[in-house]
């Protein structure tokens, strides 16, 4: 394959209470075997060589597992393709001449810091409410003491695999964190460890949910589309099954 | 720097305690202090850094009342880089009923090291290793299972039983979840506090003791102090010295390199890891690389051709051609041989111009015997993440033709600030954890044992031991308001104006790969004397382009990633002379680190335990002069140093 050329249509904003804007780049000669973000690395050489503002991104692992990075490209989040992370989508997957836009991850819950940066600390917050077993560390039994089915503890670890990138935030037409809040219960629900406070744990993180401003779910299924994990959104369910036993009994 | 004399200083004891080694740790927790539960609550305990090792100290020291303040540099502290390790954990579980035992991790672990490690400090690892599998299985960590329920194990490189507990590709982010589930959960007690996008740029020391940190808010520049009565450092390695390395974007080196600028002697800094699966370079505008599990080396064989320059695709070339070089050269170990050999190996096969790729710096690691003897749903359970990952990065599908191309990659550094039995740095009231000290894995650390020892150190070491510096000092905080924390302050403040706004001609980013490619080239997997004193003499040459001719944008009270980056890259540059000259200085080859004057007939690594016997630890003298040397002289009486085989 050829090196290409692509326009860009990216969103600029100086700080989260500026306004911002989307402003058009060009880059010329990309080999089909960079990455979006190198792609992006060597836009912003240019813009510091020419003595202009860098475009703020973050990222760091670059192999899809921290969930630093996320965008929306083309309008989706993560782009097109499925079950991939921003940091691991490269431009042969573009055609050549293509205009590509470039937005932040958007919700009201996940305020813009600069650019394409934005603060997803709330979810740190909905974990803090539930998301681990209330146990202290030290005086746990043998590891083989309780037996767990190896399709239980599959299912847990689909659940688990969740990266917190907020890409389902960020494709709900509702900016619900349904997805993310019930995977982490899903985990414990599915789990024996997870029994003593499941109770609690629903309860408290759902509430905490509601309280960052994340919306309700409605069943799009927006947020399994893009999940760079491929988490499902049988999770939700089973986070509002949780939820109703817990409520009512 | 002057490096054909080295200043030696007083040699330095490592405390481990006497009596017999399955003893020790027990007869030492039996004698260090405790801290009341009433008292606990008055101490504060700052922690830099949130991976496994820090995650997992505050945590604990939460829960055990003390207050804590952790630091990550991300904006979440779920996303620090032990979040990607994919293999596995090591635990002397012996599930599998296949011999294992404490002594066998312990000696493996020993000799994988290339006994450049303490004997102490590793048999604890192995003793407590057990115990870190019950935790993590009680925290809800889904560690693969078999079908009667029980835990899994793979084997690892440089084993010769079944010990890595995994959770498929993805064992370093499940282990992380949990230890960041319990820290988030202290952080709902109020019993920690976390602080997000902060970068720690300075240790404050007063006293002669470690009194706070100085940091930088990434989001607004802002430059913060905290003071506390022990600060932990857990900041991970220096792999991104070299530039390109399988380490995330963020990870650096400031942190431990600026402790020890403040007086923490740095031990054995050329002891880095370079990890043999990797996919391979292909491109100069590449950003970093990435890692292919060892696991793959349980199902997978690494080959070349035989023949020279052989152009044929992999599965067109006939067996009688291929040349197994592992399996060859070590009939025992075969594919499973430690890092530090498969990687040196790799390389030998590519210099003699039997590489494969375009760049003929590639072997393969061939999974087609295992594909055919236990079909696809095996190597999907086992390997499907690593597949996709390598299908997105090459745009090659190992499904359709099960060879990929590997080369190896900076991974891991097993060098790292001193620490003392306690995990306390030579100055008082440091503590270093995980990969950021240098204590367990020697001169080269065996698959699956980071994750252990950074879970290790945070759960079931420095409850423990952080207790006793603290019921022995009693001391006070000092004043973010005193001299010490302002002084601190004020050199941040002038370094950062010093280069926002820096109108020269050459990039961060350029500056950084020129320096990756001189460590890379000449502190590499084969060093010699010539090699690393071009790399001395070629580092001074990139400090001067640093200083001279550096363009930084932007403002320094902004989100400024590239002024984040010029301040670690001078750190590199400065950390980058101590590698070369503490390799310089071991005249000997050891686990990773390979002098090329100092090998077998065969090519393997010859240790010189007569001259080289001795941790090296330096003490900073100020910049661009000789550091001092002081030796921890190490000492074998449990398992006595032999000849490293996998033969």
């Not at chain 2, 720097?1 to 009596?19: H, R, S, W």
């Not at chain 2, 690892?156 to 988030?184: D, E, H, K, N, P």
């Not at chain 2, 170990?333 to 390389?347: E, F, H, Q, T």
């Not at chain 2, 590499?524 to 010539?530: E, S």
Request: charged residues 25%; neutral net charge; hydrophobic residues 35%.
């Amino acid at each position: 394959m050829k090196n290409c050329n692509f326009k860009l249509l990216v969103w600029r904003q100086k700080g989260p209470q500026e306004p911002g804007k989307m402003v058009a780049y060009t880059v010329n000669d990309i080999s089909p075997d960079m990455s979006f973000l190198e792609m992006m690395d060597l836009l912003n050489e240019d813009l510091i060589k020419k003595g202009e503002d860098p475009i703020a991104i973050d990222s760091d692992c670059r192999e899809g597992i921290c969930g630093t990075c996320g965008l929306v490209i083309q309008g989706l989040a993560h782009g097109s393709k499925q079950k991939t992370c921003t940091c691991q989508i490269y431009m042969r997957d573009f055609k050549d001449g293509e205009t590509i836009t470039v937005e932040p991850f958007r919700s009201s819950a996940f305020p813009i810091i600069k650019d394409l940066v934005v603060n997803r600390s709330a979810l740190d917050r909905i974990i803090s409410k539930g998301g681990y077993v209330a146990n202290n560390i030290g005086g746990a039994p043998d590891a083989n003491a309780m037996p767990i089915s190896k399709e239980t503890a599959e299912l847990a670890l689909d659940a688990s695999s969740c990266i917190g990138c907020g890409a389902c935030v960020a494709a709900c037409p509702n900016s619900s964190a349904a997805l993310f809040t019930g995977a982490k219960i899903s985990q414990y629900a599915h789990l024996p460890q997870g029994s003593p406070d499941r109770k609690k744990r629903v309860l408290e993180m759902a509430q905490q949910m509601d309280k960052e401003g994340f919306g309700n779910c409605s069943n799009h299924g927006e947020c399994e589309a893009v999940c760079p994990q491929g988490i499902k959104i049988s999770h939700i369910a089973k986070m509002r099954r949780e939820f109703f036993k817990a409520s009512l009994l | 720097m002057i490096y054909n004399t080295i200043p030696e200083g007083t040699p330095l004891n490592g405390k481990v305690p006497a009596g017999p080694i399955e003893k020790k740790w027990q007869s030492h927790k039996a004698s260090i202090k405790l801290v009341s539960p009433a008292n606990k609550k008055k101490y504060t305990v700052l922690v830099v850094g949130s991976g496994l090792a820090g995650a997992s100290a505050a945590a604990a020291l939460g829960e055990l009342g003390y207050n804590v303040k952790v630091f990550c540099i991300h904006d979440s502290p779920r996303r620090a880089h032990s979040i990607a390790a994919q293999g596995g954990i090591n635990a002397a579980k012996n599930y599998p009923n296949d011999n294992d035992s404490v002594w066998r991790l312990f000696s493996d672990t020993l000799k994988g090291g290339d006994f450049r490690a303490r004997e102490g400090n590793v048999y604890r690892l192995a003793e407590l290793s057990m115990a870190i599998i019950d935790q993590c299985v009680a925290q809800g960590v889904p560690f693969a299972r078999e079908y009667g329920g029980f835990l899994a194990n793979r084997s690892f490189g440089g084993a010769l039983v079944s010990r890595t507990f995994y959770a498929r590709g993805q064992t370093g982010q499940q282990l992380l979840l949990g230890a960041y589930g319990s820290l988030m959960r202290q952080a709902n007690t109020g019993k920690v506090q976390i602080f997000p996008k902060r970068e720690m740029l300075d240790l404050v020391v007063g006293e002669g003791k470690a009194k706070g940190i100085v940091v930088r808010n990434l989001e607004n520049g802002q430059i913060e102090s905290y003071s506390g009565h022990a600060v932990i450092v857990a900041t991970g390695g220096y792999s991104n010295l070299y530039f390109l390395s399988t380490n995330a974007k963020n990870c650096n080196a400031s942190a431990i390199w600026r402790c020890h600028r403040r007086g923490a002697y740095f031990a054995n800094p050329c002891f880095v890891q370079i990890h043999p699966t990797c996919i391979p370079v292909h491109g100069d505008y590449q950003s970093k690389l990435t890692l292919m599990s060892e696991s793959l080396r349980n199902d997978g064989r690494m080959w070349v051709p035989k023949k020279q320059d052989d152009k044929r695709p992999p599965n067109e070339i006939p067996e009688e051609e291929r040349d197994y070089f592992l399996e060859r050269k070590y009939p025992t170990y075969g594919n499973l041989v430690p890092r530090d050999v498969a990687s040196r190996n790799a390389k030998t096969v590519c210099d003699e111009g039997k590489g494969v790729g375009d760049t003929k710096r590639a072997v393969y690691l061939d999974l087609s015997d295992s594909l055919k003897k236990f079909g696809l749903k095996y190597i999907e359970e086992q390997y499907g993440n690593l597949f996709e990952m390598y299908q997105r990065i090459t745009g090659e599908d190992p499904y359709r033709v099960p060879v990929m191309k590997i080369y190896p990659a900076l991974h891991y550094t097993m060098g790292g600030l001193w620490v003392d039995y306690n995990l306390m740095s030579n100055i008082p009231g440091l503590f270093v954890l995980g990969e950021a000290n240098f204590s367990d894995h020697g001169a080269n650390r065996l698959g699956a044992s980071a994750l252990m020892q950074g879970l290790c150190d945070g759960y079931f070491v420095i409850p423990y031991t952080i207790g006793d510096y603290l019921a022995q000092t009693g001391a006070g905080k000092l004043s973010i308001e005193s001299t010490e924390f302002k002084q601190a302050e004020k050199e941040i403040q002038e370094s950062v104006q010093k280069l926002v706004g820096k109108k020269g001609k050459k990039t961060v980013l350029e500056l950084h790969r020129e320096l990756g490619l001189l460590m890379w080239n000449q502190v590499g997997m084969g060093r010699n004397q010539k090699s690393l004193q071009t790399a001395l003499e070629g580092i001074p040459q990139l400090q001067k382009e640093f200083q001279e001719n550096l363009i930084v944008s932007g403002d320094a009270n902004h989100w400024n990633k590239d002024l984040e980056s010029a301040l670690r890259l001078w750190d590199y540059m400065e950390l980058a002379e101590l590698v070369s000259l503490d390799a310089l200085n071991r005249a000997e080859s050891c686990g990773g680190h390979f002098r090329e004057e100092s090998q077998t007939e065969e090519g393997e690594a010859l240790r010189q335990d007569e001259k080289f016997q001795y941790v090296s630890a330096w003490e900073y003298q100020g910049q661009g002069k000789t550091p001092i040397l002081h030796k921890e002289p190490l000492e074998f009486e449990y398992l006595k140093p032999i000849k490293r085989s996998y033969k």
